[in-house]
């Protein structure tokens, strides 16, 4: 059975603040997505990794396939950022994902 | 990429009634899936779609409280049957195109 296991479970953090979030995940997942989850449930794709690291605005992606080990970096963080970020393991075959618990992430002004 | 369309975005049923949740892709997916995230849990998945037979469950969901129908390659409906207060939660459609995920908006069901 895949497992996920994120940290930190919530963080707040300042304005401007750089932000990391962390996910492990078990063998049998070989790729990881990103996913932000807004306060009404809906769920927005960020990134697919299933190696190195991806780039985009101020969101940063990398993983480590030997560490089964993968991080999100928010650079310049801003209050629009706040949400739920969710990391999820997928077998790249017919399964569906396994979702992480999420990260409540508070960015104040 | 593929953008899915999911309604109703929320409602509120009285016990013992059923909704039915629509999820239309707008180009055709190779799988479906249908996930449920419970108050403070993480998304769960509760079957996989499959175009025109019946959808292959996961342990702890049974197709007589959830049945799923996915008539094409781009239509899927969930339907959470006789509601319970438990059944109170987001409800969301997922679709696969090779490596990428696709997700809908999610449905925020209340059971009163």
């Known amino acids: 059975k895949n497992e996920v296991e994120q940290s930190p479970q919530n963080l707040t953090a300042q304005e401007g603040e750089f932000i990391t979030i962390n996910c492990s995940y078990s063998?049998?997942?070989?790729?990881l997505h990103w996913l932000q989850q807004h306060p009404g449930g809906g769920i927005v794709s960020l990134f697919m990794?299933?190696?190195g690291k991806k780039k985009h605005g101020r969101l940063i992606a990398t993983i480590n396939i030997q560490e089964k080990h993968s991080s999100l970096h928010i650079t310049a963080s801003h209050p629009r950022d706040s949400a739920v970020y969710i990391c999820a393991g997928g077998g790249g075959g017919a399964d569906g994902l396994t979702f992480g618990k999420g990260t409540h992430l508070i960015i104040q002004p | 990429s593929a953008v899915i369309s999911q309604k109703p975005s929320r409602d509120i049923c009285q016990r013992g009634t059923s909704l039915t949740i629509q999820c239309q892709v707008d180009?055709?997916?190779?799988?479906m899936f249908w996930y449920r995230q419970q108050p403070g849990q993480s998304l769960t998945l509760i079957a996989t779609a499959n175009q025109g037979s019946e959808a292959t469950y996961e342990s702890g969901f049974v197709i007589d409280k959830f049945p799923i129908s996915r008539p094409n390659l781009t239509f899927s409906t969930l339907t959470v049957s006789n509601m319970s207060p438990e059944d109170s939660s987001i409800y969301l459609c997922?679709?696969?195109?090779?490596?990428?995920?696709?997700f809908g908006q999610g449905t925020r069901l209340t059971v009163v």
């Open positions: 180009s055709q997916v190779t799988m």
């Open positions: 997922s679709a696969r195109g090779g490596t990428e995920a696709f």
């Open positions: 063998v049998g997942i070989s790729a």
């Open positions: 990794l299933s190696s």
